[in-house]
Structures are given as structure tokens and as C-alpha cells.
């Protein structure tokens, strides 16, 4: 037995790796749980603004009537706005998420624009109303985003499409030509996503609050 098995080895062939698949855009973003996965995203950085001990939205309630950062020797807290009221700034995350806003949601619209560009391309048959919903879905996170981004910095670049390859010539649009555009967004959105949908993801009545809030800017 010993000399029987001294003769027998692996091919290499064999140990070469034959990985299943690979997760790309091109693979993945295909058909509806393609696009799904891309709303999944959104609604994961929609849900940090709002929820934790230590959420988004606690630096927006800080910088505002409604409380004062009162721990003025932890390092990071909003005690010095000449200096934290930054978006470059890098500060504790637990006390001060003004660099959060800028990269988070811009990584929301990034989500966003995925959903709004392959949607088009998607190898699996989609349904008109499928089609209309993702779309309506992808114009509200978009314009969710937004919404939050004009409001805390004023002029920002405007990314209405998926970026595919390194850019570096991003300028800032005025503040009230992106709430026109999103308003046009949400018009659609407001008009195409089911009313009735499972709990925890966006429909119709949320989509017309914002739309609310867009034409009241």
C-alpha cells in the first residue's frame, strides 16, 4: 500500500483555483436581485443616519437649536466649530460625523446612480413596473442624499450618472439647480413606487414626504 501510494500525486490542474463567479458590476447589477442588492446599500447608509447610540444625525441636532455638545474635554466633541465644521475634518466618529455627511452620502448617490444606469442593461427581463419602481427607488435615495448634502454644505458636485472610470474634475453646482433636478426625480419617484411594500423599505408615502420637503425648498 505504502509503495502504491508514493506513486500517486495531484496534477497541478488540480490545485488551480476555478472560483464560482467573481463580484463585479458587470455580473452582479443584472437582474432584480442585482438591483436589489444596490437598494440594500442605500438603505444601509440611510439607516446609520438615523439609528445607533452614536448616529448621523446627533452632529445635525448639535450644530442646532435643539442641544449643545456639553463634554468639552473628549476628544473630537463639537466644542470648536471654527475648526470642526469641516468636512475634511477628522474628528472621533462617536461625537462628530461632519466628515460622515460628505463621504457617506455621496456614497449613497454612488449606490443610487448604479441602480439608475444598469437598470437599462439588465440581462433578466424586467417588468415595466419593475422597471419604474427601481427607477423611483434610485431617484429617491439620489435625492435623499442630496437633500441632506445641499442643506449641510450648500454647493456641491452634482453626480447624475454611475462614475465608471477615475475622475478628477468634480465641480460644485449651485444648491438650488440640484433641488430643481431633484424635484423632477421625486415627481417620478412619487408617481412609481407601490404604495404598499415590506417594512423598512421605501414606498409611496415616504417618497411623498420627501417630495414634499423638496418643493417646500
Sequence with gaps: MISVLSFQSCEKDFLSPKPLSFYSPENTY???????????????????????????????????????????????????????????????????KIAYFWNEQFNGVKYANIILNRLSNAEEKLSDAQMASFMGQGYFFRAWNYYNLVHQFGDVPWIGKEVQEAKLD????????????????????????????????????????????ILMC
Aim: charged share 25%; net charge negative; hydrophobic share 40%.
Design 30 to 96: 443584472v437582474n432584480e436581485s442585482g438591483m436589489t442588492a444596490a437598494v440594500v446599500a442605500c438603505e444601509k447608509s440611510m439607516r446609520s443616519f438615523y439609528y445607533d447610540q452614536h448616529c448621523a444625525i446627533n452632529t445635525q441636532y448639535r450644530v442646532s437649536d435643539l442641544s449643545v455638545f456639553a463634554n468639552w474635554d473628549v476628544s473630537g466633541g463639537l466644542t470648536d466649530l471654527d475648526l470642526f465644521v469641516t468636512p475634511t475634518q477628522v474628528a472621533d466618529g462617536a461625537t462628530n
Design 170 to 213: 468634480f465641480y460644485s453646482y449651485d444648491r438650488w439647480s440640484i433641488l430643481e433636478q431633484l424635484e423632477k426625480d421625486m415627481k417620478f419617484a412619487y408617481d412609481n413606487i407601490p404604495e404598499n411594500r415590506d417594512r423598512g423599505m421605501v414606498n409611496k408615502w415616504g417618497a411623498g414626504v420627501l417630495y414634499m420637503k
